[in-house]
């Protein structure tokens, strides 16, 4: 079956470092995606990664395993407005998005 | 670029009537687009995939009857909510894919069935 797996809430603490941990199995494979999501609003994307390694975009940093059906989203230098839910998704063969249940993530001052 | 509206942003309605809430993709075509039932702390749920001019395939569990999407052109999709009950309140969201990958949400519609 298809299946995502991620913690379900995490705390931190402003201006420190996060990573928030994403496990997937899904049939096919056509990449992984990122997405923040605020209380009340839509979700924003963040990243998408496809190959193997890791991707840097300012504060924001994802990576990927395929071979182990792995994905991390790194936060650096947290700041308050950062808390909010985070949503891994893969896509698969195709091209459908299976969603993660979320990781909300708490920033404590 | 890649914008996607929803209108409207908010909806009240009494049981029993019928809701329609739009999705536009602003500057971009969409041949593609998902509409997506998120209930509170809970993740988004797929309900259906619309291609432009075809009928929409519905996820396992979702009323085609009730859930109706019509998408008409490249540019707009719409979801209508039909003798809309409490159990059906929830944040309906829409996303719009153009011939990339990569999918781009609306803002979402907060629907209260009272």
């Known amino acids: 079956g298809q299946n995502i797996d991620q913690p379900t809430e995490m705390t931190a603490t402003e201006g420190a470092i996060v990573q928030i941990n994403c496990t997937y199995q899904?049939?096919?494979?056509?990449?992984l995606f990122w997405y923040q999501q605020h209380a009340g609003e839509a979700p924003t994307f963040l990243s998408y990664?496809?190959l193997d390694g890791l991707e840097e975009k300012g504060r924001f940093s994802s990576f990927l395993s395929r071979s182990k059906g792995y994905s991390y989203l790194l936060l650096k230098e947290l700041q308050m407005k950062d808390s909010a839910s985070y949503l891994c998704?893969?896509?698969?063969?195709?091209?459908?998005?299976?969603w993660g249940a979320g990781t909300k993530l708490i920033i404590k001052p | 670029g890649a914008v996607v509206s929803q209108h409207p942003s908010r909806v009240i309605c009494k049981s029993g009537t019928s809701v329609k809430i739009e999705c536009r993709s602003l500057?971009?075509?969409?041949?593609?687009m998902f509409w997506y039932r998120q209930f509170p702390k809970q993740s988004l749920m797929l309900m259906a995939t619309?291609?432009?001019?075809?009928?929409?395939?519905?996820e396992q569990g979702v009323e085609k009857d009730k859930f109706l999407i019509n998408h008409a052109s490249l540019t707009l999709s719409t979801l209508t909510v039909t003798s809309a009950h409490p159990e059906d309140s929830s944040f309906y969201i829409c996303?719009?894919?153009?011939?990339?990958?990569?999918?781009?949400f609306g803002p979402g519609t907060r629907l209260t069935v009272t």
């Open positions: 998704a893969s896509m698969d063969s195709n091209y459908q998005l299976i």
């Open positions: 500057d971009f075509q969409a041949t593609t």
């Open positions: 990664n496809v």
């Open positions: 996303s719009a894919r153009p011939l990339e990958v990569e999918q781009y």
């Open positions: 899904t049939s096919g494979f056509n990449g």
């Open positions: 619309s291609n432009e001019g075809s009928k929409a395939t519905y």
